[in-house]
């Protein structure tokens, strides 16, 4: 690399800031003396493990016209080189340095009016790859969440079957199995911003998406056990062991097709906030079909018309009907860095990051443009890219110094073109509060600044 443009730059990361905006503000103006680059030397120091410390320091004083002085991270052996370290399970379940407990699944604040019916969002901005950790998947519960004694956890199926039955969670867990990655979207996911920009950071614009690798018996399995009447049997009715009594009709296809009755995510059993001991998996489809705490099938012959698929999860349409019954999470992509509530510290070279996924199947390309949607690039995916997961892409970026409008265009193996929010909007106009699947535009200030912007 040569030039000063193609020279990595640093990137304040948000929401987990270390310098301040009056700071970086003062040195813009001012410049460095000597007291700043001492004030910056501890604000990196303290900053050194969440943001590669010693190759800031040390750009600090470069930046700082000081040359370069050595090291103290490299010239000074720090005591974890010179003492014995923690003992072997310390913590008999790992948890993340103490230096990434910013990292954390957030709630938006004044979302909702109580706890228990609300969202927290899960941290696109600081994830790489493809997998969410599960302590990071967001959550969404109707009326809280339960710790089940997997025990006392009986799962039905009932309806139009020859054999209803009752399975205990050692039965299932000897039946056989598949484990699959799949990427799930809440159908409100930003769902805030169909009038206008609403919120700051991509963790609350996209954060109602996660992808697991999640394991259990094929629903198909359980359907064929119990005897399912092929003939007649249309839909499916499944219910949660909440106090929500959630319930969502699936169709008998999408049910024969993929679904899964999971008990395992990402290796080990699913986590209670995620439906511990068992969840159903829909690929594809919107999260609220993906029923937690899951205790019921119910095969029938038509829709249920039950309370979530009614008086909520349907959309308003610019005509004033309502339409529902809708399912598939259609074609979505963002950048996740650089994104809302970042910093660009410096021109020059950035990867820019973000994630695709598309409830038909396989993201077959992403675009990035930096222009706000004049002229496009095509992004590289990273494998593995896998049908109704997300898919990771990054492209890199020298960063003038000008503004620049940043936005990423997902195109799936059907064909779709995930829309501009003017070509979403002609079609559903902007009452709605699912399926906003718009272009993610975020623009970078001269001050480098990312913030969050729609254009048309
Ligand atoms: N299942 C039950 N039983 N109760 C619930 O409140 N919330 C639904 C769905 N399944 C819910 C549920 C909604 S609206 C979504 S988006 C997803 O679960 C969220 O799953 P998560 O909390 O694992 O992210």
Same mark, same amino acid.
């Given at each position: 690399?040569?030039?000063?443009?193609d020279r990595?730059?640093?990137l304040?990361?948000a929401p987990?800031?270390?310098?301040?905006g009056?700071?970086?503000?003062?040195?813009?103006?001012?410049?460095?003396?000597?007291?700043?680059?001492? !004030? &910056?030397?501890?604000?990196?120091a303290v900053?050194?493990?969440?943001?590669?410390?010693t190759g #800031?320091?040390r750009?600090?004083?470069q930046?700082?016209? *000081?040359g370069?002085?050595?090291?103290? +991270?490299? #010239?000074?052996l720090?005591?974890? %080189?010179t003492?014995?370290g923690k003992p072997?399970?310390a @913590? *008999?379940?790992?948890m993340?340095? $103490?230096?990434?407990?910013n990292?954390?699944?957030?709630?938006?604040?004044?979302?909702?009016?109580v706890k228990q019916a609300?969202?927290?969002?899960?941290p696109?901005?600081?994830?790489?790859?493809?997998i969410t950790?599960?302590?990071?998947h967001f959550?969404?519960?109707h009326q809280?969440w339960?710790?089940i004694?997997?025990?006392r956890h009986r799962?039905?199926?009932?309806?139009?079957?020859k054999?209803?039955? =009752?399975?205990?969670?050692?039965?299932?867990?000897?039946m056989? %199995?598949v484990?699959?990655?799949?990427f799930? $979207?809440c159908?409100a +996911?930003?769902? &805030?911003?169909?009038?206008?920009?609403?919120v700051?950071t991509v963790?609350?614009?996209h /954060?109602m998406?996660?992808c697991s690798?999640?394991t259990?018996?094929?629903l198909k399995?359980?359907?064929?056990?119990c005897?399912?009447d092929?003939?007649k049997?249309?839909?499916?009715?499944a219910?949660?062991?909440?106090g929500s009594?959630?319930? @969502?009709?699936?169709?008998l296809?999408?049910?024969l097709d993929?679904a899964?009755v999971?008990?395992?995510? +990402?290796g080990?059993?699913?986590?209670?906030?995620?439906?511990?001991?068992?969840?159903?998996?829909?690929?594809g489809?919107q999260?609220?079909? !993906?029923?937690k705490?899951l205790?019921?099938?119910?095969?029938?012959?038509?829709r249920?018309g039950?309370k979530?698929?009614?008086?909520g999860?349907a959309?308003?349409m610019?005509?004033g009907?309502?339409?529902?019954?809708? %399912?598939?999470?259609?074609?979505?992509? =963002?950048?996740?860095?650089?994104s809302g509530?970042q910093t660009l510290l410096?021109?020059?070279?950035y990867n =820019?990051t973000?994630l695709?996924?598309?409830g038909?199947?396989?993201v077959?390309?992403?675009?990035?443009?930096?222009?706000? /949607?004049n002229?496009w690039?095509?992004?590289?995916?990273?494998?593995?890219i896998l049908?109704?997961? #997300?898919?990771?892409?990054?492209?890199? !970026?020298?960063?003038?110094?000008?503004?620049a409008? #940043?936005q990423?265009r997902v195109?799936?193996?059907?064909?779709?073109v995930?829309?501009?929010?003017?070509q979403? @909007?002609?079609v559903?106009?902007?009452?709605? =509060?699912?399926?906003? +699947?718009?272009?993610?535009?975020?623009k970078?200030a001269?001050?480098?600044e990312?913030s969050?912007?729609?254009v048309?």
């Open positions: 690399m040569s030039g000063e443009q990595p730059g640093r304040r990361r987990e800031s270390f310098l301040t009056d700071f970086l503000q003062e040195v813009k103006e001012e410049g460095f003396n000597e007291q700043r680059r001492n !004030w &910056m030397r501890k604000a990196f900053a050194a493990a969440g943001v590669a410390g #800031l320091a750009a600090a004083e930046a700082a016209g *000081g370069f002085v050595g090291d103290p +991270n490299i #010239l000074e720090p005591p974890w %080189s003492s014995l072997v399970a @913590r *008999g379940y790992g993340p340095s $103490e230096y990434e407990m990292l954390m699944r957030r709630e938006s604040p004044g979302l909702a009016s609300s969202v927290a969002f899960t696109l901005q600081g994830l790489f790859g493809i950790p599960s302590g990071l959550e969404r519960h809280g339960v710790d004694d997997p025990s799962f039905m199926i009932n309806g139009l079957v054999n209803p039955k =009752v399975y205990t969670m050692d039965d299932l867990m000897r056989p %199995s484990s699959r990655i799949h799930i $979207e159908g +996911n930003t769902a &805030m911003e169909w009038g206008n920009v609403a700051p963790q609350y614009t /954060g998406l996660s690798e999640y259990g018996v094929p399995v359980l359907l064929d056990d005897g399912i092929m003939k049997a249309k839909y499916l009715l219910e949660g062991a909440d009594s959630l319930t @969502r009709t699936i169709s296809e999408r049910g993929d899964i999971a008990y395992g995510m +990402n080990e059993m699913m986590r209670p906030e995620n439906g511990y001991p068992l969840r159903l998996v829909v690929p489809v999260g609220v079909s !993906w029923v705490w205790r019921r099938i119910e095969v029938g012959d038509k249920y039950a979530d698929e009614t008086s999860y959309d308003l610019p005509d009907t309502m339409r529902e019954y809708t %399912s598939i999470q259609e074609a979505k992509s =963002v950048i996740t860095s650089p509530g410096d021109k020059g070279y =820019v973000g695709a996924w598309s038909r199947g396989k077959k390309r992403v675009d990035v443009s930096f222009d706000g /949607g002229n690039q095509t992004a590289r995916l990273e494998t593995p049908s109704k997961a #997300l898919t990771r892409f990054n492209i890199g !970026w020298k960063w003038d110094g000008q503004p409008i #940043l990423s195109i799936d193996e059907t064909g779709f995930q829309p501009t929010y003017s979403l @909007r002609a559903r106009g902007s009452g709605s =509060v699912y399926h906003n +699947n718009a272009i993610q535009s975020w970078v001269e001050s480098g990312v969050n912007v729609q048309s």
